[in-house]
């Protein structure tokens, strides 16, 4: 379907995610996504055209390698607002990656869709929340660099739905699970209780994301005959996804419904 055919982007969900998909300024996007309606109709068989020019993203951050980026010591608060600005650029990019698979990948379940949907909305509130502390310790989203590893995955897998899945919600954010505590404590320690509230709020929600993440890709595997934990390991081989590296949040990834197998796994080998 070429864009001028579509029917307008509010009678269908699906291609009602592509306006704030396509927004270009952070908090509009942001903004656009919590305005988004769970409850519209959808289409799941329709493969809809790329419109192009997804995502859209705003002229800051700079984009670099992730290895030109450097930390500064958090006791100042250059160095807390350098370390939340990384966090919020993640939930801008969690924002993109929950809004794409709804277009993008068309003849899952209807609940697949509401559930990236309900997802993106969450994202989007994790964005504003840092976004806005950023803001009330005077600084904001975009003025310092950012790295694209995150969409970089997102391309590498936008031809296969199992390989999103498996790659991006149960790999990239269920790092987000294992680094969360860590950088919490941080924070607190630095004395930005604020930011500790924060990213409990953000955790407890991005536990419900890997759970879906594992739920849908179970979905998948069981639909082609494949099995899950050997698929996986094949999965990280193939799209040389990021090495997943201890101390792992073995409590949150369980209620997350990764299996003891997966967990043994994990501990024995890293990935
Ligand atoms: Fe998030
Ligand atoms: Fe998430």
New binding site residues.
């Given amino acids: 379907m070429s864009r001028a055919e579509m029917p307008p982007l509010e009678t269908d969900l699906r291609l009602a995610v592509l306006r704030p998909l396509l927004e270009k300024n952070a908090v509009n996007k942001a903004e656009l996504t919590l305005a988004l309606s769970v409850d519209l109709p959808l289409d799941a068989q329709v493969q809809i055209a790329d419109p192009g020019g997804v995502p859209g993203r705003p002229a800051q951050p700079v984009l670099v390698s992730h290895t030109s980026l450097k930390a500064k010591p958090l006791n100042t608060p250059e160095g807390r607002a350098l370390l939340l600005h990384a966090i919020a650029h993640i939930e801008l990019n ?1 924002i993109d990656l929950a809004l794409d698979v709804v277009w993008r990948f068309c003849g899952m379940p209807e609940a697949f869709y509401r559930d990236w949907v309900r ?1 993106a909305k ?2 989007a509130k994790h964005f504003l929340l840092i976004q806005k502390h950023l803001v009330s310790m005077g600084f904001d989203y975009g003025q310092f660099p950012a790295h694209n590893s995150l969409w970089d995955m997102a391309e590498r897998t936008k031809g296969d739905i199992l390989a999103r899945i498996g790659l991006v919600p149960r790999t990239m ?1 269920a790092r987000g699970l294992d680094a969360s505590p860590g950088v919490k404590n941080k924070l607190v320690s630095a004395g930005d209780m604020a930011a500790g509230r924060i990213l409990d709020i953000i955790l407890e929600e ?1 536990i419900g ?1 890997v759970a879906a993440g594992n739920r849908w890709y179970r979905h998948v595997c069981q639909a082609r005959g494949l099995d899950p934990v050997a698929t996986y390991r094949e999965l990280i081989q193939t799209y040389d996804a990021p090495k997943l590296k201890s101390p792992y949040n073995l409590e949150a990834r369980r209620l997350a419904g990764f299996e003891e197998e997966e967990l043994n796994y994990l501990a024995a080998n890293g990935l």
């Fill in positions: 969690a997802i969450e994202e954010e991005e994301h």
